[in-house]
């Protein structure tokens, strides 16, 4: 046996178990981080089998080995590059022609490996025999069969893993190309025999140039001498496309299947079926032609209520353990600079990272069942109609709608797009749609300014502006920041299965570690730099003298008349240190770019304060109209609103309409930034939504304006 | 007698005799299996009639109807 750490990479289609199959072999022993530079998530795990380290890569669940795809130029780089001592490649036994097609291109890369036959029960329950030495037999690798779901036979797995490792034999495999096309292969073989120190399997080399390749000729022109190479494959790959008389790289795909059929129809004892499994008995009612769509609409339904209803409970609680907290430290503690940090920077701070995690939590297991279900990929057929209208995928359906409830979920939630294009879009428009915390702002404002019969209107027009401008920025970056065609939706409608309740835990639970780990220190950070820039300068100039006004309140009045006095004071004080400070000069600097809103520096502030999380524009406000901390219910506040003679109805539609559109809050920022793995995203998502409402705020103000109101 | 694919009705199926197109678009198709000779089965259509569903080597694909047309049929037998 050999000693050390043995490096498995699993690979292995999409929905074939294989990350059930991971989990099995690790348990809890795993690491979820990205691969350098690219958002493809990367997992590993650590398992000792008798007496052998295990080190297993989870490579991403890919159909095939192209360059076509960013999860699969990972998938074989990994291979390809780290060299791990063995392949094990998961198969659907119950769908087993499409998987071996794989198989077939992960043995071209001449690496160990050993075929992990999973869901063998199912297989059996469609009629399928498996003869697993045969198959065994003609590959000339280990075939273990098992049922991940159940967890038998990940023992059996690892012990053929270990076995083969052992051995370290690799059993020369090659796929019969056919005449003409073998011809090919040899000249372009001819041709690589002048560069050396290549770390690509020949073989596949060749293979990968007649296909043309993007990524193995970018790899091979960086070669000294590659590039006279390159145009002499070139050369052979057109004198070859001729005799052939079809592009190479799809009659070599069918001659891979060709010879997958082969291997297929000699192992399993198959009756070429295309019956009706119950899958599809389950799928006749959920896709229905006329209430699939309720169903579809029934279940996000129950999503969104169990992420933000039954979230909002736990919410509660945190967001009151959390003042606790910051009431007992602020009370054992003298006033000062030090306790406003740490009751309203650090303890505040960390309190709007974590009232977000129970959100999080029910939002992944959420989509974990409905991936796991087999679900996903139903809701996206049943809507991909609606959102290609807008040039998005069906599964972008999902994101968008929890952006009604948060955006942060939302954008965690646009993983489960694969197109990059389909991501982007969607990230860049979910906080268009009017998040949870957006609404205290609209209801101050509404009762303050609108009569009660127009309230339910104005409300409606201000959610319905937020989708039609998504519909329209959709569109806009569809065609300009991401043209092309868009990926075909070409997808795999899985079997329903069953979830464990194992997998789903491990997903909620991982997922949830890497928002509080990157997005969590993110929003902490800027939640402290936007106290400092609420609270500083700290030693400003006051008009009034208040600490005199106090001592004089104080002497002159007895307690129960004094305390009303004082704490009238103490609103005022804050009003105008509030004023005076950085974010308040702030205002006052934009108030020029603000005032064709109809906006003055008060409402700049609130603005700038509400970057934070929208909900603080109520309480920005409570504090410079000195009203005291208040609920956006609260009579006081709207009364000092209507008072103000800067605001009007038209003002106050205005106003809200520029909370509807303006900069996503600190979190949302943070989260892009996590979730697209650079800067520039959060900055332009930035720097759009505030010009967008600009424009929008500028249309209804001026218009409002000229039409009268 | 030839149609593409997103011409047939659900139960029909057929025989693939070709694929068109170019590209990343063939290629996908190709690699899901989707290669000459291979038996599919319409299954439906979505709700709002596009994309559809098929059913080909013993698993189930859903594909838009601009991709299905790109996919030559011989029809064999009529409703099963």
């Known amino acids: 046996m050999s000693t050390g750490c043995m490096t498995v990479a699993l690979a292995g289609n999409p929905n074939s178990g294989k990350t059930t199959i991971f989990n099995n072999i690790t348990g809890a022993h795993q690491h979820v981080g990205n691969y350098a530079g690219v958002t493809v998530e990367r997992r590993e795990g650590f398992r000792r089998f008798q007496g052998q ?13 192209t360059a076509n795809s960013l999860d699969e130029v990972v998938a074989r780089n990994v291979i390809i590059d780290e060299k791990p001592d063995l392949i094990v490649n998961v198969l659907d036994a119950s769908n087993l022609e499409r998987n071996l097609y794989l198989a077939v291109q992960l043995l071209e890369l001449e690496r160990p490996m050993v075929l992990a036959l999973n869901m ?47 051995t370290h034999a690799f059993h020369p495999f ?5 005449l003409k ?68 790289e799809i009659a070599m795909a069918e001659f891979r299947y060709q010879y997958v059929g082969e291997v297929y129809r000699d192992f399993v004892d198959s009756r070429a079926r295309t019956e009706q499994s119950v899958s599809d008995r389950i799928d006749k009612v959920l896709t229905h032609r006329i209430i699939g769509i309720p169903i579809f609409f029934g279940i ?112 965690m939630g646009t993983r489960t797009l694969e197109n990059r294009g389909d991501r982007m879009v969607t990230i860049l428009v979910s906080p268009l749609m009017s998040c949870s915390a957006r609404l205290p702002v609209y209801t101050l404002l509404i009762a303050a300014f609108f009569s009660e019969s127009m309230a339910g209107s104005v409300l409606f027009s201000i959610y319905f502006l937020g989708v039609a401008l998504a519909v329209g920025m959709a569109l806009l970056f569809r065609k300009f920041l991401f043209p092309g065609a868009t990926e075909p939706f070409i997808m795999e409608m899985p079997s329903y299965h069953i979830p464990t309740v194992r997998s789903i835990l491990i997903h ?5 570690i890497l928002y509080l780990k990157k997005a969590g220190t993110l929003i902490l950070t800027a939640s402290i730099l936007m106290w400092f820039l609420t609270n500083y300068p700290a030693n400003v100039e006051y008009v009034k003298d208040y600490d005199s006004a106090k001592v004089a309140v104080t002497e002159k009045y007895d307690a129960p008349t004094a305390n009303p006095m004082l704490a009238q004071l103490d609103k005022e004080q804050a009003a105008e240190k509030i004023a005076l400070s950085y974010a308040g000069r702030f205002g006052h600097f934009i108030e020029p770019v603000l005032k064709p809103l109809g906006f003055d520096w008060k409402m700049g502030v609130s603005l700038v304060s509400a970057v934070a999380a929208k909900e603080v524009l109520v309480s920005t406000l409570a ?47 943070a989260v892009i930034r996590r979730e697209t793995n650079s800067w520039k995203w959060p900055a332009f998502s930035f720097v759009y939504s505030t010009a967008l409402a600009w424009i929008m705020a500028f249309i209804v103000y001026q218009g409002g304006s000229a039409l009268g109101f | 007698m030839k149609k593409t694919l997103d011409s047939l009705l659900p139960g029909e199926k057929g025989l693939i005799s070709r694929v068109t197109g170019i590209g990343p678009v063939k290629r996908r198709i190709v690699d899901m299996g989707l290669v000459t000779g291979t038996l599919v089965q319409v299954q439906k259509y979505a709700p709002l009639g596009d994309p559809m569903e098929i059913k080909a080597k013993n698993f189930n694909l859903s594909l838009r109807k601009t991709e299905a047309a790109l996919i030559e049929i011989n029809l064999t037998g009529g409703n099963a």
């Open chain 1, 508 to 512: 909620m639970w991982e997922r949830s």
């Open chain 1, 174 to 178: 090659s796929v019969d190309y056919g």
């Open chain 1, 181 to 248: 096309i073998e011809m090919g292969i040899k000249q372009v073989l001819e041709a690589l025999k002048t560069l050396t120190n290549l770390k690509y399997p020949m073989r596949w080399l060749a293979i990968k140039l007649l296909e043309n390749d993007s990524d193995v000729k970018n790899a091979i022109a960086g070669i000294a001498g590659g590039d006279k190479v390159l145009s002499s494959v070139e050369a052979i790959r057109n004198k070859t496309t001729v005799i052939v008389g079809e592009e190479l």
């Open chain 1, 120 to 166: 063998t029960d199912m297989a059996e329950q469609a009629g399928l025999k498996l003869d697993e030495t045969a198959l065994q037999r003609r590959l000339g690798i280990p075939v273990v069969g098992l049922v991940g779901n159940r967890n038998q036979g990940t023992d059996e797995l690892l012990q053929a893993v270990v076995d083969a490792s052992a």
């Open chain 1, 53 to 65: 380290d295990l080190l297993v890569i989870d490579l991403p669940g890919t159909y095939s080995l």
């Open chain 1, 300 to 411: 996000m339904w129950l999503l969104f209520n169990i992420v933000f209803t039954v979230g909002e409970i736990p919410k509660g609680w945190i967001e009151e353990g959390v003042k606790w907290i910051g009431g007992t430290v602020g009370a054992n503690m003298v006033e000062g600079q030090l306790r406003s940090l740490l009751v309203d920077g650090i303890i505040g701070g960390v309190g709007s990272v974590i009232t977000f995690l129970p959100m999080i939590l029910l939002l992944f297991l959420g989509i974990a069942l409905l991936e796991d279900t087999g679900y996903m990929a139903r809701a996206a057929f049943v809507m991909d109609r609606v959102m290609r209208a807008v040039g998005l995928h069906g599964k972008s359906f999902i994101p968008l709608l929890l952006g009604f409830g948060c955006s942060v979920p939302a954008i």
């Open chain 1, 623 to 669: 504090t410079i109209y000195s009203v005291g901390d208040v609920e956006a219910d609260s009579q006081s506040l709207q009364e000092a609103l209507a008072a103000d003679p800067t605001f009007s109805p038209l003002v106050a539609l205005t106003l809200m309409v520029f909370t509807l559109l303006y900069s996503p809050c600190l979190a949302v920022l």
